[in-house]
């Protein structure tokens, strides 16, 4: 059963990635005549029904927890947020590293995106990880090493976005942030192993390998949903961004191309 649901979950999570990629390609750069509405209320129907499977399997189908009792259940939303908040971030840090190396509105506008959205998740994960430290630990915040790098980790991310906010200049916000995006995905690796690395009140991270397997296939759905839901996020951001820069490189003072610093063609985002 745990082999099926393995292969499952990877093909679950190569279909979400390989459509967010054609959708990407196709239906988000600015004048794409691409019909995107039937992937997209497609895409949008099974979030929602895994959403609701995944809510039945958390909350009725599950186990109650051996210690925690029913209070546990919260993982359920918890973990997931946070898979996908770090899943984004991850993609955010390697999209400034190959900005600096090779200059790119594309590139940048997926670095805004995956910013934004990955720190929703996480702020969205941080929340319900204190309301359910209140029952567990007795209070809702505690300087553990896992809390306060993941708290660290997202302040740094409201900088970033702050700064993409604040810098009018194309060309020096695509730059400026992506060193202040990479400074902040330095953080993750902390974040992840903190719970190994240190004696932490956090438990060690939520996986199919280390929670009961009464509890995996429940786990696993709410994961499958919040996958989907994070790629129709950074689809739709990423649309947003890409049509901002169009506006923005058509400025006689902005940069007309793909490449800042180049003037030798009518501006576009490419």
Known sequence: MNTVLQVVSAVAAL??????IHLGRKWAPPGARYDARPLLWGMTAVAVLLLGLGTYLGLVWAPPEREMGEVYRIIYVHVPAMWMAMLALTTNFVCCVA???????????????????????????????????KPTWGTYWDWDPRLTAMAIMLVTYVAYMALRRFVEDPEKRAVWSSVVGIISGVNMPIVWFSVKWWRSLHQVQSTPK??????????????????ILLTLFLLHRYRIALATREVEVALPEALPTDAPGSHSRPSEVA
């Open 15 to 20: 279909t979400s990635v390989g459509v967010g």
């Open 99 to 133: 900005y600096l190396f090779k200059t790119s509105w594309k590139t940048d506008a997926l670095a805004e995106s995956t910013g934004e959205v990955g720190l929703l998740f996480g702020a969205y994960g941080l929340v319900l990880g204190s309301i359910w430290g």
């Open 210 to 227: 280390t929670v009961d397997p009464d509890m995996t296939l429940a786990l696993r759905v709410n994961a499958w949903a919040a996958l």
